[in-house]
């Protein structure tokens, strides 16, 4: 069975989306962050071939899509004033917000949980789809279970076209690169669940200065997983293996130079390090963002390690960036990639 690739712009296409997804098949579609595999929220059966689909434990709750705040809070038992503003800050756009669901927000949907995830994607594609349809959808990011998400819609024919997605709608590379910023509103804190494409310096800003804390739990997978389940350690990774150096000073070149023959180094903006050539395996050198530019290496990130897999490396060692704007969720995608972290 071939993938469809759907043209939004030729209105018989688009109808042809939501046809589908009325008909509780999971379509692909384009959103600012990356692709979703989205369905509809009342359909069991939709939600159920989105696991299927992706691989994806039953454990590991959706993000539900809405078209604005009215829909948001529909699904939900209310919001409150810090919450409210978030919202009205942030949507449509790239930030998730935890919310106390209604009863009729499913088991399969939230995996059990009493908390619901909603967010309403800026992305012109996928309202087009939301408006039409006229009920809330549910999008994983399109790409198996604990792999790289896919940002562009051949990735996602690469990615779940063997598996028998029948149709991705086509939105061009995706704005942001990372997925949304995941929190949620505890009395007057902002708790980060994982970080992504809304920075905590806006979350500060737009709160009129909330404390954020980030209550991801690096040292202890088992508790994280109850936060957000998917957080997993391992995530986003590519099948060339991927080592994470946290701390440069400490596990530079000359460290790893005997470990690795044939890798590919991955930085995420340009190092001030002259000792590149002292690093005998490595073949290729990318940086994410030579002008240094967090939204640019966030942008191309999983573009970069789709591309750098392909390429047939033993490892591709990575190195933290600076944990600004951006930057903390860059650096949690490499260290969620990795296979091995050093320092
Ligand atoms: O940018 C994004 O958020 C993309 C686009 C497609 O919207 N979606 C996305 O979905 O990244 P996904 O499923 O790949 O990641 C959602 C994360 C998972 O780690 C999941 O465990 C967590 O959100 N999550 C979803 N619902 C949750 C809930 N009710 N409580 C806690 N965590 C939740
Ligand atoms: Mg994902």
Same mark, same amino acid.
């Not at 962050?33 to 069991?44: F, H, I, K, N, Q």
């Given at each position: ?208 200065? !909330?404390?954020? &804390?980030?209550?991801?739990? *690096? ?5 994280? %997983? =109850?936060?957000? /389940?998917?957080?997993? +350690? ?68 999983? !573009?970069?390690? &789709?591309?750098?897999?392909? *390429? ?5 060692? %990575? =190195?933290?960036? /600076?944990?600004?704007? +951006? ?17």
């Amino acid at each position: 069975m071939s993938c469809l690739l759907l043209d939004s712009n030729v209105p018989a296409q688009l109808a042809a989306a939501v046809a589908r997804l009325r008909a509780d098949e999971p379509v692909a579609l384009p959103s600012e962050t990356v692709y979703g595999l989205a369905g509809r929220l009342y359909s069991e059966p939709a939600l159920a071939k989105i696991f299927a689909l992706k691989a994806r434990p039953r454990f590991d709750p959706l993000i539900v899509h809405v078209l604005d705040k009215a829909a948001g809070a529909a699904i939900s038992l209310g919001l409150n004033p810090l919450e409210e503003k978030l919202i009205d800050a942030f949507w449509p756009g790239p930030l998730t917000i935890l919310l106390k669901k209604q009863d009729f927000v499913t088991h399969l949907c939230t995996a059990g949980s009493p908390w619901v995830a909603v967010r309403a994607p800026s992305h012109p594609v996928f309202r087009r789809v939301l408006e039409e349809l006229g009920e809330p959808l549910c999008a994983p990011s399109a790409n198996r279970f604990g792999r790289v998400s896919p940002t562009s819609s051949r990735d996602v024919v690469a990615e779940l076209g063997p598996y028998g997605l029948g149709a991705v709608v086509e939105g061009g590379s995706c704005e942001h690169g990372v997925e949304s910023t995941i929190v949620r509103v505890n009395e007057n804190v902002i708790e980060l669940l994982r970080p992504g494409a809304i920075s905590v310096e806006q979350l500060v800003e737009a709160s009129g200065g !909330a404390p954020v &804390r980030n209550i991801k739990v *690096e040292k202890d997978p088992e508790k994280e %997983a =109850l936060l957000t /389940p998917g957080s997993a +350690l391992s995530h986003y990774a590519p099948r060339t293996p991927v080592l994470f150096v946290e701390d440069y000073l400490q596990f530079g070149p000359k460290f790893l130079a005997s470990d690795f023959q044939n890798c590919a180094l991955l930085e995420v903006f340009p190092s001030e390090e002259s000792s590149w050539d002292s690093w005998a395996g490595a073949k290729e050198r990318v940086t994410l963002s030579p002008r240094g530019s967090d939204l640019e290496a966030a942008s191309v990130l999983f !573009a970069t390690l &789709r591309g750098l897999d392909a *390429e047939g490396f033993d490892a591709i060692v %990575a =190195l933290r960036g /600076p944990d600004e704007g +951006l930057g903390l969720a860059v650096n949690d995608r490499l260290r969620r990639a990795a296979s091995r972290r050093l320092g």
